[in-house]
């Protein structure tokens, strides 16, 4: 697969709606100092003041090192699942219109297929409305 680096671009590449693409959007927590997970439909955008009330604390752009040191994966990469120390995750209910959804799989050059179902048990995330 060629570099995914947009939600559209992996779409177009793997061949599904632009929703089935399950982005990992991570924020650092400003009270905890760690990383927050949500999982969301590729046409869709995680609303802040949704996402902070949801983590109970403000929410911060988590840089590069936070993401790199608390998944073990990089930024254009973060699968859902899989991480060195899993965060607090929440689930877009939107993932669950689908039979299929395609998520990153470590890299920026590699997704994986799973029923959104099991995406949600593995992840741990929480379903919640969290998108603007």
């Known amino acids: 697969m060629g570099r995914a680096g947009t939600a559209q671009e992996a779409a177009d590449l793997v061949g599904c709606a632009l929703d089935q693409i399950a982005k990992s959007i991570v924020f ?14 590729g046409g869709n955008r995680v609303d802040p003041g949704r996402a902070s009330a949801l983590a109970g604390e403000p929410l911060a752009k988590a840089d590069a090192a936070l993401i790199r ?23 877009d209910p939107r993932l669950n219109d689908f039979d299929v959804v395609w998520a990153a799989a470590g890299t920026p050059r590699h997704v ?13 995330a929480t379903v919640a409305d969290f998108t603007a």
Request: no cysteine.
């Open 28 to 41: 650092r927590g400003e009270t905890g100092g760690t990383a927050i997970l949500f999982i969301t439909a």
């Open 112 to 124: 994986f297929a799973a029923a959104p179902a099991d995406l949600l048990r593995l992840s741990g």
């Open 69 to 91: 040191a608390q998944t073990g994966f990089v930024i254009g990469g973060v699968a859902p699942i899989g991480h060195l120390t899993p965060p607090r995750a929440f689930f």
